[in-house]
């Protein structure tokens, strides 16, 4: 079974200084990791993906995420949060096994940056 | 090119009547996905085709729910006699056609639906 962790239902950081999005995961085999952030009224929208190699991978708007195998984890980062990335994010996860099928996603966690 | 669109995109019902929900995914792709979003509950899987083969229903919350894809493109899921439960975002996504598990998947913006 696959299943995805976001501990922290609110995260609230001042404009400017560094955000972590938590995310832990659970699958069988090797996970593809991936997160996604949804703004108001708006479909979920891809920002990321760690597939395998470097576990330091870099995406849109500034944002990275770092994949650990020993803590089961993929952590969402950004060295200088803006208020324009309030939002919601999700992590979500799929075995490498399954194929094309549908990912499973945490519960999403709401980011809001003060300025 | 053009996104995954959804239509409409916000649905207002009576209890005990049927609603459809379109789905347009993008041009080519051969997966499509749909998930609910209720508030605070993150997404829940509903229904997932894949080409041809016959569709993924295990996530479909009970039979009122079913849908359908025609001619490998559009879909539609459609809710029987809605209840208030059944109000809720629904999510349709597509992905690329290699059908290689690491692809992402592109999510439409979603109808609202609402049950009085």
């Known amino acids: 079974a696959q299943s995805v962790a976001q501990p922290e239902d609110q995260v609230n950081v001042a404009e400017g200084n560094p955000l972590t999005v938590k995310c832990t995961y659970s699958?069988?085999?090797?996970?593809?990791l991936f997160w996604y952030v949804q703004y108001p009224n708006r479909g979920l929208q891809f920002l990321l993906k760690?597939?395998?190699?470097?576990?330091l991978v870099k995406g849109s708007y500034g944002f990275e995420a770092e994949f650990n195998k020993s803590q089961t984890s993929f952590h969402l980062k950004k060295p200088s949060a803006l208020v324009s990335d309030s939002a919601l994010y999700f992590c979500?996860?799929?075995?490498?096994?399954?194929?094309?099928?549908?990912?499973?996603f945490g519960k999403g966690t709401r980011l809001s940056v003060i300025a | 090119g053009a996104g995954v669109s959804q239509s409409p995109s916000n649905k207002v019902t009576e209890k005990g009547k049927d609603v459809e929900l379109r789905c347009d995914p993008i041009?080519?792709?051969?997966?499509l996905y749909w998930y609910r979003q209720s508030l605070g509950q993150g997404l829940e899987f509903l229904i997932y085709?894949?080409?041809?083969?016959?569709?993924?229903k295990s996530g479909l919350p009970s039979d009122r729910f079913s849908a359908e894809r025609t001619g490998g493109s559009v879909s539609t899921l459609t809710i029987q006699r809605t209840q208030q439960e059944d109000s809720a975002v629904y999510l349709c996504?597509?992905?690329?056609?290699?059908?290689?598990?690491?692809?992402?998947?592109?999510f439409g913006p979603g109808t609202r639906l609402t049950v009085l």
């Open positions: 699958v069988s085999g090797n996970p593809y």
């Open positions: 085709f894949q080409g041809n083969s016959a569709p993924d």
């Open positions: 760690y597939i395998t190699g470097d576990n």
């Open positions: 996504a597509s992905s690329s056609p290699s059908g290689r598990s690491y692809n992402e998947q592109f």
């Open positions: 041009s080519g792709h051969t997966a």
């Open positions: 979500a996860v799929r075995d490498i096994r399954v194929g094309n099928t549908p990912l499973v």
